[in-house]
């Protein structure tokens, strides 16, 4: 396994970027570079009863594990295979019943200590990089990250007791690191979260806010694809991060994350940042630097209030909708509603009102959205290709046929007919259904 490597691509020393992936034949927009099945995987425990837990099919009628009730399987043989992982947790949530609460990234560094004992050779999930190759930068994780380290390392030793032989403290924190560095989140053709998992080889791939290649998921099963012509001897780039952000943010990003900054020659000319910043065009009087300033200082204060706020037990939706509503009117004092913070509280907006079930609200901010999304985004973007099925599926719901069959068309040609045919096949049942 280790001699295979991966047809088509080689991996090489990138300079000033450590490791990387250089293409070896030619690879067109649309095409398979290469896939490689999750290492190990973990589904989200909010997808639980909807999803098949070794295999991530989703379908109704899904048979429950009988011990716990909580893990959910197509049949019998997806049972079997996902019991050397399930045992892990089946016991524990019998148990500890509503106390079961391990985080994703516990759960998920759990079973890579089960995966390594049971197959300590590389599997086909490392080809080029192995899992102990891991970058997990320790020396540069601050006293907050170090605490959130030692945080899940308490938990894991206290909900897999019973069940993991585990390795001393020192290694436990540079796996966690590592996970937290190299860790993917697998997604659905809505970009909704459905788990974590790690791909070692997909982990290769160094970073650019221009990436000529794209990850989807079949499954757990993670598929590289060209978005853009790829030469002999050039290196295939993925991007870590949301690009729909200016430059500044996406680097910002990249050093708390990763650790480093980019420059891909869209940092260095910042050529979409003007257009990512829109100010109001009907001001009879142009803001001053500092107000502008001031307004995205707000602007970035507000998203993380708006992320915690999501996770308090005791907040209602009509809250959420209302700091999304309440930020959007002070920031439209000055931002156009095609600038990028603008359009992240759209997009929460949004999500609120699907959850709600306020169909219409969700659709006038989705078609505030879509065509910002496509000029800031990069072709062939899957966030551009999620937000129009998101449109296309409330259209059809909404008995707006015509507009729903335009939309769920353009996810075709965002993403480029050959590049992701089962997100096209679910396209298609919508329609049928419809």
């Not at 759960?107 to 197959?119: E, G, S, T, Y």
């Not at 870590?240 to 910002?252: A, F, K, Q, S, V």
């Not at 949004?350 to 879509?370: F, H, P, S, T």
Request: with cysteine; charged share 25%.
């Amino acid at each position: 396994m280790i001699g295979e490597g991966i047809e088509g691509t080689e991996r090489v020393l990138s300079p000033g970027k450590g490791r990387g992936l250089r293409a070896l034949k030619e690879f067109k927009v649309g095409d398979l570079v290469f896939a490689c099945p999750a290492y190990t995987y973990v589904l989200t425990a909010n997808e639980r009863g909807g999803f098949c837990e070794f295999c991530f099919t989703r379908q109704e009628g899904l048979s429950k594990c009988g011990k716990c009730k909580q893990a959910y399987y197509c049949n019998v043989d997806c049972q079997k295979g996902d019991w050397p992982m399930h045992k892990l947790e089946c016991s524990a949530m019998c148990s500890y019943g509503e106390n079961w609460n391990p985080s994703e990234t516990v759960r998920l560094v759990a079973r890579i200590i089960v995966k390594k004992k049971m197959h300590p050779e590389r599997t086909e999930s490392e080809r080029l990089l192995a899992l102990r190759e891991f970058e997990s930068h320790l020396e540069k994780l601050d006293n907050e990250k170090n605490e959130m380290n030692q945080t899940d390392i308490a938990a894991l030793r206290h909900f897999y007791s019973r069940h993991l032989d585990f390795p001393e403290n020192a290694a436990l924190n540079e796996l966690f690191a590592g996970v937290n560095c190299n860790g993917f989140t697998i997604e659905d053709e809505e970009l909704s979260h459905l788990g974590s998992a790690v791909f070692p080889d997909v982990a290769l791939m160094n970073h650019s806010c221009s990436p000529n290649v794209i990850v989807t998921y079949k499954g757990t099963v993670a598929e590289v694809r060209a978005i853009q012509d790829i030469s002999p001897g050039e290196e295939i780039f993925n991007s870590y991060i949301d690009l729909l952000y200016p430059t500044e943010d996406r680097n910002e990003r990249l050093i708390d994350s990763y650790f480093f900054t980019c420059d891909c020659k869209e940092c260095t000319t910042k050529s979409k940042d003007k257009a990512k910043m829109e100010i109001q065009k009907t001001l009879s009087t142009p803001p001053k630097q500092k107000e502008i300033q001031k307004m995205v200082k707000y602007a970035k204060n507000v998203i993380e209030e708006f992320r915690r706020a999501k996770h308090y037990k005791n907040i209602f939706h009509n809250d959420l909708l209302e700091i999304c509503e309440l930020s959007l009117e002070k920031m439209g004092s000055i931002f156009e509603e095609t600038n990028v913070y603008m359009l992240h509280m759209m997009y929460q907006a949004m999500g609120v009102c699907l959850y709600m079930q306020d169909w219409d609200g969700a659709m006038r901010y989705g078609e505030k959205i879509v065509k910002p999304y496509s000029v800031h985004y990069p072709p062939y973007s899957l966030n551009v290709a999620s937000m129009y099925l998101k449109l296309g599926r409330l259209y059809l719901g909404l008995e707006k046929k015509s507009l729903g069959v335009k939309a769920l068309n353009k996810v075709w040609f965002a993403l480029n007919k050959p590049l992701d045919h089962h997100i096209y096949c679910n396209i298609l049942m919508w329609v049928v259904v419809a």
